[in-house]
Every structure is written in structure tokens, then in C-alpha cells.
């Protein structure tokens, strides 16, 4: 199930959560009050103002009030941690019993908790997995233990195997969707509360939020032949973190790249990035145009939001990203919001997930924002050896066949220069873009 899908199970139909205060417990008289008070949170923000383009469907949520999501759930027994991982049973049925009320007896809390138990759903031929981490490759492990030959006698294991034998060259595995991405989990599972420093979210009150960012692409005339939407990374953030943090861990080729001809001296390359020299960007998040308006940077919205006014559609709102937390925005999931920067290096993003920290979850805030699924790249090499990864760009060069070039160190000196002086005339760009690559290429 992809992280779009677990959002809309969490939330997907516009529903008030009426949160009920019953069976609270009198300190002072040891005795159970019943208090008739039912608080009405609403979740959902009315759909007005003026839009760009509005998109519906039901993949498309209702504009969501993330900050109530605490206030919403605060009557549920998922709030708090127990002290070890090894009280987590026992501090989670503490939470239930309190929950449920009515003064019980142990066995008939063992009862209750026996007769709602999610073993009646269990048929007994289920695979018990060694792990909850997502796993590399595209087969089981080879392991010589019983899950593992479990997991071989599976039907689409046996189908993937005889696919895989075949393809002789390699087509197959090409075309899968997710061949590329590398899921990073959030948490491992060999974590322990007393050896790791950070502050830890509260379960119950902080929320998580998971964007997940795709490849730019160009608009107008000049459009790249890409059919849809190709997925690039997916960052995993807590609402009380900036806008502008979130924005610090996209990671685009643009942002590495400085075009700058080096040609006539190549040794001395900028010692600067694109990032550094433009650092100015923009979020365009439900119809709301969030500028970074830190120090050094210009403000890209005026002249778009000066053209809406023209054309009356409509005044749109401008926020300063950094004066901002996650748990302040207004969002819908499965919506495409727009990131801009570089001047027109455009991004799609959307919102696929936003839920509370769980119990059994032990996430710092120090560790976040933090990638949890990248893409793998493809390494452009050489094309004069088509061995190395390429370091330049050459354009207008009547010695190549390709407009643009990419070369390799040695092929780009040995094959465009005599003494350290280039041969015609053409530019060269310094070439980055292999450097965002940190997993090695698919074979």
C-alpha cells in the first residue's frame, strides 16, 4: 500500500470528531463521574478563496485543519510512552483499561481483551516476517530459516522468479515502477530509549507529515517528453518545523549546477553553488504563496500574484515560509502543490500523509525532516568512453555528434584541448549532477 493510500484511511471523508468525556476519574473519591460534555472538533476548513487551478476527485481531500488532529483524537488512549520498550504491552492495555472505565476486574478486562483480539482475524497460515523494515531486491532474502521458504512457495514469487530467468537482458526488471527508490525507515527497530540523545515527539500530540516531491519538468514550448509526474523523494516532517526547513531538504540537480562557460580555463571552476548565488524560492501550497523571505532573497510571487489582479482572479495571500510551522498550514491531501526556485525550476509536491506519533514510535525531533524514500538517479556517463560518470557539459562543439556533449575529466582534456588550450570553439559547463546520486546505480 503506497503512503497516499494510508493517508486516505486516515483521513478521507469530511467528518466532525466529537470527543465524549466519559468515565473520568475522581482523584479526591476514588469514584467514576460521567460527565455529559461532548466537545465538537472540526477537521475541516471551508474550500473558498481564489484558486489556480482547482482539482477534485476522490483522491482529493477536503482542505484539512492539521493543528486539531491532537485536540481531535485527545480521548483515545494513544497519548504518552511507557518508560522501557519492554513495558509497551503492558503501558498500552494501562491505556485501554483507563479508556474503557467501569472499574474492572482483571479477569474481565482479560475477558474484554481476549474477545476484541485481533488473533480472531488470523486464519493460521499467515507469513511471520523477521522484520518490519522494507527489505532490498526484488526477491526474498536467502536465508536458510522457515520464513523465508514460506515466502518462496508464494505463487508471485514463483511467477517473479521464472520472469526474472528469462530476461535475459535485463528489459524486465527496467520497467518496474519502484525499481529505483530506496526506502530509509523512519525508525529502526534495534533502537533503545536510554542510548539515544534527542528530544523525543510526544506520542498523541505531535503530528507527522509525509510530501513527497517529483523531477522538475518544463512548461511552455520547451516541454520534456515525460508523460507524467516521475516521483524523486519523499520527506518525512514534524508540525513543529518551519516551511522553510522543509524546503532545505529538496534536493534538486539545478541547485548543485553553476551555469557558468569555463571553457577557456577549465582548472578554475566556480567555487560556489546555484543554491548559494540564487537562494530565492517559493511554496504554493492551497492556493497560498509561501516566500522565502530570509535575508539575500527576492520575493518571485509579486509579478505572478500583480497578473492574478489584473485578471481578476482574485487577491492571493503571501506568508513568509520561515514565520511558519507545518502544524499551521491548511492542506489536502493528494493535492499537487508547485515549489519554485532558480528562477523557473517548477517541482510538484503533495501532501500523501499526515497523522499523530504513535506509541510504539520513537522519533527526535532532531532527526527530522528526513528523507524516507529516494529515487535512484540515472548516472550519466561519458559519451566518449561510456565509463565514467560524466563531470562537463560541452554545447556548440562541431567536433561531437551530441548537442549537448557530456565528458568524463580525461576525455574532456584529451579530446578538446592540445597544451591546455581548447580546440574550436564551444562552451563547457561544470557538471554535478552525479553528485546528488548517493546510492549506487542499479546493475
Same mark, same amino acid.
Given at each position: 500500500?503506497?503512503?497516499?493510500?494510508?493517508?486516505?484511511?486516515?483521513?478521507?471523508?469530511?467528518?466532525?470528531?466529537?470527543? *465524549?468525556?466519559?468515565?473520568?476519574?475522581? *482523584?479526591?473519591?476514588?469514584?467514576?463521574?460521567?460527565?455529559?460534555?461532548?466537545?465538537?472538533?472540526?477537521?475541516?476548513?471551508?474550500?473558498?478563496?481564489?484558486?489556480?487551478?482547482?482539482?477534485?476527485?476522490?483522491?482529493?481531500?477536503?482542505?484539512?485543519?492539521?493543528?486539531?488532529?491532537?485536540?481531535?483524537?485527545?480521548?483515545?488512549?494513544?497519548?504518552?510512552?511507557?518508560?522501557?520498550?519492554?513495558?509497551?504491552?503492558?503501558?498500552?492495555?494501562?491505556?485501554?483499561?483507563?479508556?474503557?472505565?467501569?472499574?474492572?476486574?482483571?479477569?474481565?478486562?482479560?475477558?474484554?481483551?481476549?474477545?476484541?483480539?485481533?488473533?480472531?482475524?488470523?486464519?493460521?497460515?499467515?507469513?511471520?516476517?523477521?522484520?518490519?523494515?522494507?527489505?532490498?531486491?526484488?526477491?526474498?532474502?536467502?536465508?536458510?530459516?522457515?520464513?523465508?521458504?514460506?515466502?518462496?512457495?508464494?505463487?508471485?514469487?514463483?511467477?517473479?522468479?521464472?520472469?526474472?530467468?528469462?530476461?535475459?537482458t535485463n528489459l524486465y526488471v527496467k520497467k518496474l515502477k519502484y525499481r529505483g527508490m530506496r526506502l530509509l525507515?523512519?525508525?529502526?527497530?534495534?533502537?533503545?530509549?536510554?542510548?539515544?540523545?534527542?528530544?523525543?515527539?510526544?506520542?498523541?500530540?505531535?503530528?507527522?507529515?509525509?510530501?513527497?516531491?517529483?523531477?522538475?519538468?518544463?512548461?511552455?514550448?520547451?516541454?520534456?517528453?515525460?508523460?507524467?509526474?516521475?516521483?524523486?523523494?519523499?520527506?518525512?516532517?514534524?508540525?513543529?518545523?518551519?516551511?522553510? %526547513?522543509?524546503?532545505?531538504?529538496?534536493?534538486?540537480?539545478?541547485?548543485?549546477?553553476?551555469?557558468?562557460?569555463? *571553457?577557456?580555463?577549465?582548472?578554475?571552476?566556480?567555487?560556489?553553488?546555484?543554491?548559494?548565488?540564487?537562494?530565492?524560492?517559493?511554496?504554493?501550497?492551497?492556493?497560498?504563496?509561501?516566500?522565502?523571505?530570509?535575508?539575500?532573497?527576492?520575493?518571485?510571487?509579486?509579478?505572478?500574484?500583480?497578473?492574478?489582479?489584473?485578471?481578476?482572479?482574485?487577491?492571493?495571500?503571501?506568508?513568509?515560509?520561515?514565520?511558519?510551522?507545518?502544524?499551521?498550514?491548511?492542506?489536502?491531501?493528494?493535492?499537487?502543490?508547485?515549489?519554485?526556485?532558480?528562477?523557473?525550476?517548477?517541482?510538484?509536491?503533495?501532501?500523501?500523509?499526515?497523522?499523530?506519533?504513535?506509541?510504539?514510535?520513537?522519533?527526535?525531533?532532531?532527526?527530522?525532516?528526513?528523507?524516507?524514500?529516494?529515487?535512484?538517479?540515472?548516472?550519466?556517463?561519458?559519451?566518449?568512453?561510456?565509463?565514467?560518470?560524466?563531470?562537463?557539459v560541452v554545447v556548440g562543439c562541431p567536433r561531437v555528434p551530441f548537442d549537448p556533449a557530456f565528458f568524463c575529466?580525461?576525455?574532456?582534456?584529451?579530446?578538446?584541448?592540445?597544451?591546455?588550450?581548447?580546440?574550436?570553439?564551444?562552451? %563547457?559547463?561544470?557538471?554535478?549532477?552525479?553528485?546528488?546520486?548517493?546510492?549506487?546505480?542499479?546493475?
Amino acid at each position: 500500500m503506497d503512503s497516499e493510500d494510508k493517508a486516505f484511511t486516515i483521513l478521507k471523508c469530511p467528518i466532525t470528531v466529537p470527543i *465524549s468525556l466519559e468515565g473520568t476519574q475522581d *482523584s479526591n473519591h476514588n469514584k467514576m463521574t460521567t460527565e455529559d460534555e461532548v466537545k465538537e472538533v472540526n477537521m475541516y476548513a471551508p474550500d473558498i478563496g481564489p484558486k489556480f487551478y482547482p482539482v477534485k476527485g476522490n483522491v482529493v481531500t477536503a482542505p484539512i485543519i492539521t493543528k486539531n488532529l491532537p485536540e481531535a483524537f485527545s480521548s483515545l488512549p494513544i497519548c504518552g510512552r511507557p518508560e522501557s520498550k519492554d513495558r509497551l504491552e503492558q503501558y498500552q492495555d494501562q491505556k485501554i483499561r483507563d479508556y474503557v472505565g467501569g472499574g474492572l476486574s482483571e479477569e474481565e478486562f482479560g475477558k474484554l481483551a481476549k474477545y476484541c483480539s485481533p488473533n480472531h482475524l488470523r486464519t493460521g497460515k499467515e507469513l511471520i516476517m523477521d522484520t518490519n523494515l522494507p527489505a532490498f531486491g526484488f526477491l526474498p532474502p536467502k536465508k536458510d530459516d522457515k520464513v523465508c521458504e514460506e515466502g518462496n512457495q508464494l505463487n508471485i514469487v514463483k511467477k517473479f522468479k521464472l520472469r526474472v530467468e528469462k530476461d535475459k537482458t535485463n528489459l524486465y526488471v527496467k520497467k518496474l515502477k519502484y525499481r529505483g527508490m530506496r526506502l530509509l525507515p523512519l525508525t529502526t527497530e534495534d533502537e533503545d530509549n536510554d542510548e539515544i540523545n534527542g528530544t523525543p515527539l510526544e506520542p498523541g500530540k505531535d503530528i507527522l507529515y509525509r510530501v513527497r516531491f517529483y523531477r522538475p519538468f518544463m512548461c511552455g514550448k520547451e516541454r520534456n517528453n515525460s508523460r507524467h509526474s516521475v516521483f524523486t523523494c519523499d520527506v518525512v516532517v514534524s508540525g513543529q518545523s518551519r516551511l522553510s %526547513a522543509l524546503r532545505e531538504r529538496i534536493v534538486c540537480a539545478n541547485d548543485v549546477d553553476v551555469r557558468v562557460d569555463v *571553457s577557456a580555463n577549465p582548472t578554475e571552476l566556480p567555487q560556489t553553488t546555484a543554491k548559494e548565488l540564487f537562494p530565492s524560492g517559493f511554496m504554493f501550497i492551497n492556493n497560498v504563496f509561501y516566500v522565502d523571505e530570509r535575508e539575500g532573497r527576492v520575493d518571485y510571487t509579486e509579478p505572478i500574484r500583480l497578473w492574478a489582479q489584473r485578471r481578476a482572479m482574485g487577491d492571493f495571500p503571501k506568508v513568509d515560509m520561515h514565520q511558519v510551522r507545518l502544524q499551521d498550514l491548511v492542506i489536502r491531501l493528494g493535492h499537487p502543490e508547485v515549489y519554485i526556485h532558480q528562477g523557473n525550476c517548477e517541482h510538484l509536491f503533495t501532501f500523501s500523509e499526515v497523522r499523530l506519533v504513535g506509541p510504539a514510535e520513537l522519533v527526535m525531533a532532531e532527526q527530522l525532516p528526513r528523507h524516507t524514500a529516494v529515487l535512484q538517479h540515472q548516472t550519466v556517463y561519458c559519451t566518449t568512453c561510456a565509463e565514467f560518470g560524466a563531470k562537463w557539459v560541452v554545447v556548440g562543439c562541431p567536433r561531437v555528434p551530441f548537442d549537448p556533449a557530456f565528458f568524463c575529466d580525461t576525455c574532456f582534456m584529451l579530446y578538446l584541448y592540445i597544451d591546455g588550450k581548447k580546440i574550436g570553439d564551444f562552451k %563547457a559547463y561544470s557538471y554535478r549532477g552525479n553528485e546528488i546520486n548517493t546510492l549506487k546505480p542499479l546493475g
